[in-house]
């Protein structure tokens, strides 16, 4: 006798009858494993996606930028970003560390007046490695001389590393060619000069043009930004210009936001496929209870309670919820592989959330069958033995 | 006395009309009796036989089992009596297909604790109907008359006072039925009650006495006194016969002769 039968007699009852009806037990199953599969798959997804979009995104809500009104074309006393400003700067940055930029005077070729001189002007910066990424040559750790230039500047004046460059009206060698920035108007935009350690820099209008400060995260960028904020225009007056104090937690809250909702989306679509499969079930067991009904009533006839009949009934959703969470979470887990790999480019780069999706699908899975189950099971269990047995 | 209907009346609202399927019905079955309940098809047979296996109450009237009205049973307690006391054999046989021959007689107990002496005595019981070669099969390989074998085995799982059977002939053809009776006969105890319905006036020739149903009401005088059956011993082997049937009512297969 099996260990079932003797010791689980109702689950041995309800796992003979979903035998009975194999291909249709099986449908009902494969489809509460799609749903199984559309919530722990797109629950993997989101967040694979979310992590590749990060990666991509790079470390764009940790950064805090100052700048200094500009002055050329400002006439309302704009306030300079001198010593004291950059001391104040560093002391609110703490450990977080900085790119601080300098812009020098536009040089001109000499004997000539009006044909610009490429490098066209020496910028200085500190701290370089973190604002540039160098694509030939090397930064010295000690970095006292020579000059950085960018791409577009080298090729057009065909320069290379180690070649010699007037710079301030200083003689450098070239140690690096650099990527050359994104963007028009940005702080660290080189438009066509070369950059030099910045105390090799005579400052052209003001000390400092601006400063790049990155800090560990965004929430800590978030509050350097609005201490600097305080410190640097809270003395100024109403009718000054002020310095300009960003950073991008908005800009990376959106996207974190547009993440979450897209993962809120597509596990919609998720337990709507589950839902779905619960009709299914409810659908699969009103049938069998259907079919079933003289054997119902026979049951009962010989002494199985209402409490029974739902039991086996119940019993039988249930397994079918175990088999679909299983299949479906195995499934899931394949799919997830694919994903990563698609995404991340490593199957196993699976993100440290997922096995909650997979859990929430398994026991959203489990859950479906059980609720779609009590209707047939209570419809079936409540018939009365005389009506059964007559059909 | 092992059960008695008094007065008993079914109704059952049909829409518009009422269908009054049992009008004023008495009679008493004593212990070890065996009786069979005639007529055709729509005269209440069915819903007699419900009554008297729990499985309904009368619209009015009382149905009395071992001394206690059925009806102050809940439908919980039914089921328990039920389980305890009446053995049902089905005309369809009502077994259950995914189960074997051997599961089907267990099916009755299988709820309850001690499974192997349950199925020690389920295997006894198929043995005693001439199936022991057929305990692992299932009903779809077996043939009609050993399908009704089952059924009856199982109705004696759990030595049952009172056993009803629903045109146990029904689907068999004469040879078969008249196989099938005997063993229901030879295999229920002397003090087992049988009460069989059925259209096939040849079943009754093996019966100790016949009520005959026509629209609801019981026809027979014999029947229609329920004094007079008390007096009637079913041990003394004289079978009340409607009077129709060539077939001896005295051979082996008569109750009180033959074991």
């Not at chain 1, 249709?24 to 629950?43: E, H, K, M, S």
């Not at chain 1, 230039?149 to 200083?170: F, I, K, N, S």
């Not at chain 1, 300009?244 to 936001?257: D, F, G, L, P, S």
């Not at chain 2, 049992?22 to 055709?40: H, M, N, R, Y």
Request: proline letters at 4%; hydrophobic letters at 40%; one cysteine or more.
């Amino acid at each position: 006798m099996s260990f079932l039968r003797r010791y689980f007699p109702r689950t041995y009852l309800a796992r003979r009858n979903l035998r009975r009806a194999k291909v249709r037990t099986a449908l009902a199953i494969l489809t509460v494993a799609i749903g199984v599969v559309a919530i722990g798959g797109l629950g993997i997804f989101g967040l694979s996606f979310e992590a590749s979009q990060q990666e991509n995104l790079g470390d764009l809500g940790n950064e805090v930028r100052i700048e200094s009104p500009q002055q050329f074309f400002s006439g309302k006393d704009a306030p300079e970003l001198d010593e004291r400003s950059l001391a104040d700067i560093r002391e609110i940055a703490g450990d977080a560390k900085m790119t601080v930029v300098r812009q020098g005077e536009t040089a001109t070729r000499s004997g000539s007046t009006d044909e610009i001189q490429i490098p066209s002007r020496a910028m200085g910066v500190t701290n370089p490695q973190l604002t540039y990424d160098v694509v030939e040559g090397e930064i010295p750790d000690n970095w006292n001389s020579g000059a950085l230039v960018d791409q577009r500047t080298a090729r057009y004046d065909e320069l290379e590393v180690g070649d010699p460059v007037t710079v301030g009206g200083r003689l450098q060698r070239i140690v690096a060619l650099i990527e050359s920035p994104e963007g028009f108007s940005s702080l660290e935009n080189t438009g066509g000069s070369a950059l030099l350690p910045i105390e090799l820099v005579e400052p052209a209008r003001q000390p400092y043009s601006g400063v790049i400060i990155y800090a560990e995260n965004a929430i800590e960028a978030d509050e350097i930004a609005k201490e600097l904020e305080r410190e640097l225009n809270g003395p100024l007056r109403k009718d000054q210009d002020k310095f300009t104090v960003e950073n991008k937690k908005k800009e990376a809250e959106t996207i974190e936001q547009q993440l979450t909702s897209t993962n809120r989306f597509l596990l919609g679509v998720g337990a709507i496929a589950l839902l779905v499969a619960g009709v299914s079930i409810i659908n699969v067991q009103l049938m069998s209870a259907r079919e079933r009904r003289e054997e119902i009533g026979v049951l009962r006839a010989v002494g199985y309670g209402r409490l029974d009949i739902l039991a086996i009934m119940m019993i039988e959703t249930v397994f079918m919820g175990l088999l679909a969470a299983i299949v479906g979470v195995s499934l899931a887990v394949g799919a997830g592989a694919i994903i990563n790999d698609a995404l991340l480019g490593d199957p196993m780069a699976f993100q440290p959330n997922s096995w909650r999706y997979l859990a929430g699908a398994f026991g959203f899975g489990v859950f479906i069958c059980i609720l779609a189950g009590i209707l047939p099971a209570w419809k079936a269990s409540r018939e009365r033995p005389a009506d059964a047995l007559r059909s | 006395m092992l059960i008695t209907a008094d007065s008993v009346s079914k109704q059952f609202a049909g829409g518009a009309d009422t269908v009054r399927a049992l009008d004023d019905v008495s009679f008493s079955i004593t212990a070890g009796e065996f009786v069979t309940v005639v007529g055709p098809s729509g005269s209440g047979k069915s819903t007699l036989l419900n009554l008297l296996g729990l499985l309904d109450t009368p619209t009015s009237g009382s149905v009395t089992l071992k001394g206690t009205d059925i009806e102050s049973y809940s439908a919980r307690d039914r089921t328990g009596v039920r389980k305890e006391t009446i053995g049902f054999v089905f005309q369809s046989y009502g077994l259950i297909p995914t189960l074997t021959a051997l599961e089907n007689v267990a099916v009755p107990r299988m709820l309850e604790p001690d499974p192997s002496a349950t199925e020690q005595r389920a295997n006894e019981l198929l043995n005693a109907v001439g199936l022991g070669d057929r305990l692992e099969h299932y009903p779809a390989e077996l043939s009609g008359g050993q399908k009704q074998r089952v059924a009856i085995a199982r109705s004696m799982i759990n030595d049952p006072d009172l056993i009803l059977a629903d045109e146990p002939t029904g689907n068999l053809d004469r040879e078969t039925g008249k196989q099938v009776l005997s063993t229901l006969l030879e295999s229920t105890g002397e003090d087992v009650t049988v009460v069989a319905v059925t259209h096939d006036e040849y079943v009754a020739s093996f019966s100790d006495r016949v009520l005959e149903l026509v629209d609801g009401t019981l026809s027979q005088s014999e029947s229609s006194d329920a004094e007079l059956n008390a007096e009637l011993s079913p041990t003394t082997g004289t079978a009340q016969t409607t009077g129709n049937s060539n077939e001896p009512a005295s051979d082996s297969t008569t109750r009180g002769e033959g074991r």
